[in-house]
């Protein structure tokens, strides 16, 4: 009894040591619960609640938690994490560690998370928080989709009292325009866009035509944008 009382002392010491450090931006750690590698990384331990909700569907940005991740830290180091995911109820990072286990990162120590040609920008300015999908950056202009998660409620059959289809997350999308110091929200579409880039408009309606692109295909308004920053 005193020696699993004494292992159980040690395990919870030890938790402790990780999980609250007492200068987490000197700490570093060497596990491989999710990651691979040192990284600057503080952050707390959650029970995994992914399967708990009675609403359908998920409020993960990710379709799972599978996958490989580059990520780069604020003071520019770069690193590669696995099984993660972003909550967008809680606007946190997480790692699925195990089915009873959820790793939460510190998502200020870092500045962009890469998923194949995916890269998310951390943001934590006013109403933007968490990870924004970059369409488009360069020092002059930028191009973000920003996600949240909501509700889509089901149908009730007014007839029997029962429910057609149930309650279940959905994501909704919003695009950001940055230029000249300025952010404006925008619909993906030929009018918002040439809004945007007023000055060569003319130019860059005959660009988008005869390439055949789409002002509401996320990838040809990339390529829109970057035709408008060579002009």
């Given at each position: 009894m005193k020696k699993l009382f004494f292992a159980l002392l040690l395990s919870f010491i030890f938790?402790?040591?990780?999980?609250?450090?007492?200068?987490?931006?000197?700490?570093?750690?060497?596990?491989?619960?999710?990651?691979?590698?040192?990284?600057?990384?503080?952050g707390l331990w959650i029970p995994n609640s992914?399967?708990?909700?009675?609403?359908?569907?998920?409020?993960?940005?990710?379709?799972?938690?599978?996958?490989q991740y580059n990520v780069l830290t604020k003071n520019g180091e770069s690193r590669q994490l696995f099984n993660l995911n972003f909550n967008l109820k809680t606007k946190t990072l997480e790692s699925l560690i195990s089915k009873d286990s959820v790793f939460q990162y510190d998502?200020?120590?870092?500045?962009?998370i890469i998923n194949s040609n995916n890269k998310y920008k951390v943001r934590n300015v006013g109403e933007f928080q968490g990870l924004s999908l970059e369409i488009y950056s360069s020092e002059k202009i930028q191009l973000y989709k920003e996600f949240a998660i909501a509700v889509e409620q089901g149908v009730?059959?007014?007839?029997?009292?029962?429910?057609?289809?149930?309650?279940?997350?959905?994501?909704v999308f919003s695009y950001y325009f940055y230029s000249n110091g300025k952010v404006v929200k925008i619909k993906l579409n030929k009018s918002d866009?040439?809004?945007q880039l007023a000055d060569k408009k003319d130019i860059i309606k005959k660009y988008a035509s005869e390439n055949d692109f789409s002002f509401s295909n996320e990838n040809d308004v990339a390529k829109i944008l970057k035709h408008y920053d060579a002009l």
């Open positions: 938790f402790n040591a990780f999980c609250q450090g007492s200068d987490t931006s000197k700490s570093t750690s060497n596990f491989n619960f999710g990651y691979q590698g040192n990284i600057m990384t503080s992914t399967k708990n909700s009675t609403i359908k569907g998920t409020v993960y940005l990710f379709p799972n938690f599978t996958g998502l200020g120590q870092f500045d962009y009730l059959n007014p007839m029997t009292q029962t429910m057609i289809s149930e309650d279940k997350y959905v994501q866009i040439l809004k």
